[in-house]
Nanobody
Framework: QVELVESGGGWVQGGGSLRLACAAT????????MAWFRQAPEKYREMVAA????????FYTRSVVGRTTISRDNAKNTVYLHMTNLSPEDTAHYYC??????????????????WGLGTQVTVSS
């Protein structure tokens, strides 16, 4: 049984930073591309960042480039998301997702195989 469990969300002052973590169990972690998505009320679920199996390739959505880092620790079966210079536009429910592929092949939510329940991030102005 695959389980992805996110942590690290909460309330953040505008301009601040956060670090989310996602611990995965029940799968061979290094066989999966991992990603972070987010969904704000009445908006579609969008990819924030993705990382390939060994961390050698990453993808970031345009709005977070330069202030976001995705990383992974295969020894701990954990993927991280570090975001800085947060704004109210970053307020959303953040989800961890796994795609059974060693390379970043998919950027759409429907193409990911496993999901966590997510963690809420709220940024004040």
């Amino acid at each position: 049984q695959v389980e992805l469990v996110e942590s690290g969300g909460g309330w953040v002052q505008g301009g601040g930073s956060l670090r989310l973590a996602c611990a995965a169990t029940g799968l061979t972690f290094r066989d999966y591309t991992m990603a972070w998505f987010r969904q704000a009320p009445e908006k579609y679920r969008e990819m924030v960042a993705a990382i390939n199996w060994n961390g050698g390739d990453t993808f970031y959505t345009r709005s977070v480039v330069g202030r976001t880092t995705i990383s992974r620790d295969n020894a701990k079966n954990t993927v991280y998301l570090h975001m800085t210079n947060l704004s109210p536009e970053d307020t959303a429910h953040y989800y961890c997702a796994a795609d059974y592929a060693k390379t970043i092949e998919n950027i759409h939510a429907a193409e990911y195989d496993y999901w966590g329940l997510g963690t809420q991030v709220t940024v004040s102005s």
